[in-house]
């Protein structure tokens, strides 16, 4: 083989190699999902959207179920029950300090965005209110997650990180 081959192929093995590295390090700088918890005080319900990046979602599908997809032309009923189970497991609100039940909505896909929708039917009204969220700590340790509570012009947003993910909230 000629020595300008052997320049190509390795020049162009560098420059694939730049090209993956370049995807795989800036497919987006930072890791955040953003939780709105809504309280209609005449209901006594909750409403509850979360958003996260379908690619951080989908490494942790991919992590438990390898080959599923998270998309919306995949396993949608699977990807749901999987999409529950995670979102019980790590996010949880505590009203007057009892754990409550979310009630599953549905999902839906935003661009590069997968919002979950939850609902939460109260037995009394809130005098306290308290988030842990631990979405996707267990994957990204810079993972920030955000929780927006809104009681008619009443609005709180808090910042919670790996090691501080839980805040309370007084309501009057």
């Known amino acids: 083989m000629s020595s300008l081959f052997l320049i190509k192929k390795a020049l162009l093995l560098l420059i694939a190699f730049i090209q993956f590295e370049n995807i795989k390090f800036f497919s987006h700088d930072y890791y955040v999902s953003t939780t709105q918890v809504d309280y209609l005080s005449e ?10 990046f379908i690619d951080d979602f989908e490494i942790m599908v991919q992590e438990n179920n390898s080959g599923l997809k998270v ?30 039940i979310f009630n599953f909505i549905g999902k839906e896909y935003k661009t590069d ?56 909230l007084l309501i009057k």
């Open 43 to 52: 209901k006594n319900i909750l409403q509850i959207t979360i958003r996260m």
């Open 113 to 168: 965005l997968i919002q979950i929708y939850y609902e939460v039917d109260l037995i009394e009204p809130i005098k306290i209110i308290t988030f842990e969220n631990n979405l996707l700590f267990d994957f990204f340790d810079d993972q920030q997650n955000i929780v927006h509570f809104k009681k008619n012009k009443f609005r709180k947003s808090f910042l919670l990180i790996k090691n501080n993910s839980k805040t309370t």
């Open 71 to 100: 998309d919306p032309d995949s396993s949608s009923q699977e990807i749901n029950k999987i999409l529950d189970q995670y979102v019980i497991e790590k996010f949880k609100i505590f009203v007057n300090q009892q754990l409550v």
